[in-house]
């Protein structure tokens, strides 16, 4: 539908909506006609310029580790544990490396080590979330090299031998590099790797005595729980530095109708506009919630979900809720073919998934997922944490301890309790309440990314 006659629909069901039935008298609490219009062009808002929102809000607390600097790397040097409380559906499979990037003055240089015989990948994520390069294992190989990382504005030369990577659409970006760990015999092997990995803004490349450039300040989002309005000022100043896609005019005019919009000034709106706004904040980020768990763009296989094939570049589909949905589950997503991350929060049957309730996941023989390096399980609460357990064991998969059958087939054993001595090691411990579990493929056969390839059902088989 056209966006404009969108909008004239809109402020017609909002005036009707607020005239009184004919021979009855308006209730004093009725909303005015603006609040209703705010409200209802507000969700749409919402759900547009939710990465000005989540990304702002990830790009303060996921710099916190280097004093909120762009072009800085900070190493994990540990798996994933249940002290991880920033959601996000962390993996336990591999050691994480990341650093926020400011591309619009000057490029960014990046040196992988040379990687062998362990699964390896640097992914580059702009600020809508959406994957713009990667390299590592998959897409330049195992050797190691220098690469340029650029904004799509930028023109210039660069030093010999450095190769240039496909460009980033927004001056923002976000890099975060996944070192395979096999075991924890073999953290300081992994963590010798990440050491090898630089970051060097142009302008310092081989003047090791250069000054360190400036970069853009990375501030702190107002608190969103304190003030619902508090989330739209934050998008408002975010799109002063990350411009909208031109593409999108209509959609941004219709928006500032209603105070959203690049360096508008929600303080200035009426204060009906305002509520209408602050119930927006709030119910446009349960729907992008709920959509999700509802499986909304996925394809369901016996419970699981496969994410939408588009997943890790969501602008391109032009559909706003998923692309919502994408930061908001998993902070930044792999595209299928270098990890595909299939989710399930309902068993076979279609009941949520509980730690009420036991359940076994059961592969035939050779019906694991097929992929290069390893699959792994991994248990979730809702918060899209991993979670706490006594075993402190928050993932199983290919490269566990675990028993087969006598017939050459896997079961796993998802519950709180221990399902016995004779059946632990092939536990997932689970937590009292409703959980998510999330199967991990790296470097997935064709019939994975095409979503062929059917999972086993998730099967209660007790209380």
């Known amino acids: 539908m056209n966006v404009g006659v969108l ?16 021979g009855a008298r308006a209730a004093e609490n009725q909303p005015d006609w603006r609040e209703l219009n705010a409200y209802m062009i507000g969700v749409q808002a919402y759900i547009y310029t939710f990465p000005w929102s989540y990304m702002s809000e990830q790009r303060w607390f996921r710099s916190e580790d280097v004093g909120h600097r762009a072009n800085q790397l900070f190493h994990f040097r540990d798996l994933k544990d249940a002290s991880h409380v920033d959601g996000g559906s962390p993996n336990n499979d591999t050691i994480y490396s990341r650093s926020w990037l400011y591309l619009k003055d000057e490029p960014v240089i990046l040196t992988v080590p040379a990687v062998a015989d362990r699964y390896h990948s640097v992914q580059l994520t702009d600020f809508m979330d959406d994957n713009f390069a990667y390299a590592g294992a998959r897409t330049t190989g195992n050797a190691g090299g220098t690469y340029a990382i650029v904004a799509k504005t930028w023109t210039g030369t660069l030093p010999a031998g450095v190769t240039v990577l496909p460009p980033s659409s927004t001056p923002w970006a976000f890099l975060q590099v996944r070192t395979a760990v096999k075991d924890a015999s073999d953290l300081n092997a992994a963590r010798a ?3 090898q990995y630089k970051l060097t803004p142009l302008s310092q490349w081989g003047k090791p005595d250069a000054p360190v450039p400036n970069t853009a300040e990375i501030w702190r989002p107002l608190d969103r729980n304190a003030d619902p309005l508090n989330e739209w000022r934050t998008i408002n100043r975010s799109m002063r530095e990350v411009a909208p896609d031109p593409r999108d005019a209509d959609l941004l005019q219709s928006f500032s109708r209603i105070g959203v919009g690049a360096g508008l000034d929600i303080d200035a709106l009426d204060p009906d506009t305002k509520k209408g706004l602050a119930r927006a904040a709030v119910d446009g980020r349960r729907i992008i919630v709920d959509a999700f768990a509802a499986g909304d763009g996925q394809t369901i296989v016996n419970g699981w979900n496969y994410p939408p094939p588009a997943t890790g570049r969501m602008t391109q589909t032009r559909d ?11 902070f930044n997503t792999n595209d ?6 299939l989710n399930a929060s309902v068993d076979g049957d279609g009941r949520p998934l509980t730690g009420k309730t036991r359940y076994v996941i059961h592969f035939d023989k050779d019906g694991e997922p097929k992929v290069k390096p390893f699959w792994s399980l991994t248990m ?9 357990n006594p075993i402190d064991r928050y993932s199983v998969g290919d490269r566990s301890a675990m028993k087969r059958d006598p017939d050459g087939c896997l079961t796993i054993y998802v519950q709180k309790d221990s399902p016995g001595p ?9 937590p009292d309440g409703h ?3 999330f199967l991990r493929a790296y470097l997935p056969a064709a019939d994975i990314v095409n979503q062929s390839w059917r999972p086993p059902k998730i099967t209660a088989v007790g209380g």
């Open 7 to 22: 909008t004239i629909l809109t402020a017609m069901v909002a005036v009707l909506s607020a005239r009184p039935a004919p």
């Open 193 to 195: 790797i990440q050491d």
């Open 320 to 330: 706003w809720l998923l692309r919502a949905i994408q930061p908001a589950v998993g």
């Open 336 to 341: 299928p073919i270098e990890a595909t991350y």
């Open 380 to 388: 979730y609460n809702k918060a899209y944490n991993l979670v706490d």
């Open 422 to 430: 004779d059946k632990e090691t092939n536990w997932l411990p689970a």
């Open 435 to 437: 959980f998510i579990l």
